[in-house]
Every structure is written in C-alpha cells, then in structure tokens.
C-alpha cells in the first residue's frame, strides 16, 4: 500500500466529515480525542466519578504533565478541559435526574459535587434551569409521550 497523496487525503477527509467522523491527521488532534475518551470514560462510563482529582486521572492516564494537557486541549477545542468536565458531569446529572431514582443530594454525592447547592448553581450556570425544574419538564414529556 501507498501513501495517500495530498488531494487524496482532502477528498477523504470531506466524505468523513459528511458522515459525522474526522480523520485525525495529528498528534494534538489524536491527545484531544484521548482527553474527551478518558473524561467520558470517568463521567459515563462508570457507576461513581473517581474520587482522585481530574487533572491528576488525565494526567496518569496519558502520561503528560496536566499543564501541557490542558493548553493543548484549550487550543485545538476552545474551551478548557475543566470546563469541557464540568459540561460532561452536568450531561450525566441530567441523565440521573430523568431516570428518577435518585435524589439531588444522592446525585450531588455520586457525582463528588461537595454540596447539593453547588451541583444546582453549576447545573443552573450550564443549562440556565434548575434540577428541580429539569426533572419536572421530563415528568411532563413522559406523560405526554404515555398518553399518546
């Protein structure tokens, strides 16, 4: 097998793209990836969050130190890796609330918020709504997908 030529390699990339996939084509784009795989796995993946520290569990995991991590991260995506975490626990509290067996607090702890007050404020600064207020309108959606 040859090497894919240049025009080649564009032509792959924008039939990718029309499908949803990219083609990592670099180093940072392929450590990018590896930070979004292990925060999914840490947030989604696995019945509790570790307790260890974030930046440390990424760290270890790819065996660079944070700060490089987190400025390459911040570069290619634009937004810190603290905040892309903190985007994803609030995507797995959603998840938690809608399945409706747990309470906030219970979630708070799974989820190592130190309080339900700070798990509200954050989930309020992301989703501009309260949990309370989030759960309630997926209680009327199920019931109005029940009577249909």
């Given at each position: 097998m040859e090497?894919?030529t ?12 029309k ?5 990592l ?6 450590l990018?990836e ?7 796995e840490?947030?989604h993946?696995?019945e509790?969050?570790?307790k260890?520290?974030?930046s440390?569990?990424i760290s270890?995991k790819l065996?660079f130190h944070y ?25 797995r509290?959603?998840?938690?609330l ?6 906030l ?6 989820m190592?918020?130190?309080s339900?007050a700070?798990?509200?404020n954050?989930f309020?600064k992301?989703?501009?709504l309260t949990?309370?207020?989030y759960?309630?309108?997926a209680n009327?959606r199920?019931?109005n997908?029940?009577?249909?």
């Amino acid at each position: 097998m040859e090497p894919l030529t240049e025009e080649q390699l564009v032509k792959l990339n924008v039939n990718l793209k029309k499908s949803g996939l990219e083609l990592l084509d670099n180093k940072r784009s392929i450590l990018v990836e590896s930070i979004k795989n292990i925060v999914t796995e840490m947030i989604h993946e696995r019945e509790e969050v570790p307790k260890v520290n974030f930046s440390d569990f990424i760290s270890e995991k790819l065996g660079f130190h944070y700060t490089y991590l987190s400025n390459v991260f911040t570069e290619v995506k634009g937004i810190t890796i603290q905040h892309y975490i903190i985007i994803n626990k609030i995507e797995r509290v959603k998840e938690l609330l809608l399945y409706q067996e747990l309470s906030l607090s219970e979630i708070a702890c799974r989820m190592h918020y130190s309080s339900t007050a700070h798990l509200s404020n954050q989930f309020k600064k992301i989703t501009g709504l309260t949990p309370s207020f989030y759960r309630s309108i997926a209680n009327i959606r199920r019931q109005n997908l029940d009577e249909l």
